[in-house]
């Protein structure tokens, strides 16, 4: 079992930046790869990006490459997303998830709660 814990989002202007954390408890975090997703208002959960076990690679979606980047710290059990240039369109509730396998690409087991973020024009 593992539990996770988003944190670090809010309301920012529109090209303002925000560091996203996810806290990771109960299992062995630095052995599995993790990802953000996010839903926004009346649309489906979509993926952001992800990163593997050590950290060593990372994938993003098109919408966000260049804006978003997704890092970890195995050793705080915590992973992050820097977010700049936030747009409007980037409004949504951000969650973490630990995947089942430490390579990018697979399914992930555990979900966290989420953190609102919302971007004003």
């Known amino acids: 079992q593992v539990q996770l814990v988003e944190s ?12 996203l954390s996810c806290a990771a408890s109960g299992r062995t975090f630095s052995s599995y790869a993790m ?3 996010r839903q926004a208002p009346g649309k ?3 993926f952001v990006a992800a990163i593997s076990w050590s950290g060593g690679s990372t994938y993003y979606a098109d919408s966000v490459k260049g804006r978003f980047t997704i ?3 195995n050793a705080k059990n915590t992973a ?3 977010i700049h ?8 509730v951000y969650y973490c998830a630990v995947s089942k396998s430490p390579r990018i690409g697979y399914e992930y087991a555990y979900w966290g709660q989420g953190t609102q973020v919302t971007v004003s024009s």
Do not use: I, N
């Open 71 to 73: 890092s970890r710290d």
């Open 80 to 82: 992050y997303l820097q």
């Open 8 to 19: 670090g989002g809010g309301l920012v202007q529109a090209g303002g930046s925000l560091r």
């Open 85 to 92: 240039s936030l747009k409007p369109e980037d409004t949504a």
């Open 35 to 37: 990802g953000w997703f």
């Open 44 to 46: 489906e959960r979509e």
